[in-house]
């Protein structure tokens, strides 16, 4: 696995390394990962993403989170992504197959994508969710029984787990405390990323997360679109919205036609480079 080319990207900050495994197979350990990972010693990143042969799309998308885990999908390197195999072969729109379902990927512009991270999934089974709840609000809190801090969040999987509260206190201590409890609380077998957001207007949505196996973020792109269809679904929001996170702004659009939610945002290249495993 020596002297692999890479591509450090981001999307709304949210950081990655990007490796070409087309032709030759890219099979990092958990703690190979985590010492790329590492920011004082390694690349750093929050994912680090493989570019596979697919047989069905234009690619296969293989995540791991900065602790060694394998996840679903990841919505802003699905951008990153697009905009890559976009730039290879000249087409305005790619077929990028993940874990989590097949997404589909355009130019919205300069640097600018948009992706179809399809339909929500709401059922407590999809989540998934130990036990059967109304998704739109479930039994879950934080702090005491009879004053809870937090309570009654969405539960949303778009392709991962999440959960989100509706608050105002967004703070570093309060979100990275919170978060870290309940992402691995019993309800969520596989665990969960845990959103919070703050509704400003039914347009725009100011939200922080605490993201499963990758901690707190500058942007998490299935975050976005889970915040904005908890939102809509509580008639907080309309079923469109600016996410603003911690790196920048994400639209969202959760398509009440084809049900598809539509997430559009920018690309950005930092560097190239090679990783020595």
Request: net charge negative; aromatic share 6%.
């Amino acid at each position: 696995m020596s002297g692999r080319p890479f591509v450090k990207m981001n999307g709304c900050g949210n950081d990655f390394v990007v490796v070409d495994a087309l032709a030759r197979p890219f099979t990092p350990d958990a703690d190979q990962v985590r010492a790329l990972s590492d920011r004082q010693t390694g690349q750093g990143f929050d994912q680090l993403i493989a570019i596979e042969p697919s047989e069905s799309g234009g690619a296969f998308m293989r995540v791991w989170n900065a602790d060694g885990g394998a996840v679903q999908t990841c919505g802003n390197a699905l951008r990153c992504v697009g905009w890559m195999l976009m730039e290879a072969n000249g087409a305005d729109s790619v077929t990028i197959d993940t874990l989590g379902g097949p997404t589909v990927a355009r130019r919205a512009g300069p640097n600018r994508i948009t992706v179809d991270m399809g339909p929500p999934r709401l059922d407590s089974t999809e989540i998934p969710l130990a036990e059967e709840m109304d998704t739109r609000g479930i039994e879950l809190q934080i702090g005491p029984i009879d004053a809870p801090v937090l309570h009654t969040p969405g539960a949303v999987s778009m392709g991962n787990p999440h959960v989100v509260f509706f608050t105002d206190r967004l703070d570093d201590a309060f979100v990275t405390g919170s978060g870290s409890l309940i992402e691995h609380h019993p309800l969520f077998p596989e665990g969960v990323n845990v959103g919070f957001a703050h509704v400003l207007a039914p347009d725009r949505i100011r939200l922080r997360v605490w993201e499963r196996g990758a901690g707190l973020t500058k942007a998490c792109g299935t975050g976005a679109c889970a915040a904005l269809v908890a939102c809509a679904r509580r008639g907080l929001t309309g079923r469109r919205a600016t996410v603003i996170v911690d790196g920048g702004e994400l639209e969202i659009h959760w398509d009440e036609a084809t049900g598809h939610v539509l997430m559009t945002g920018p690309v950005e290249v930092e560097r190239t480079g090679m990783l020595t495993v």
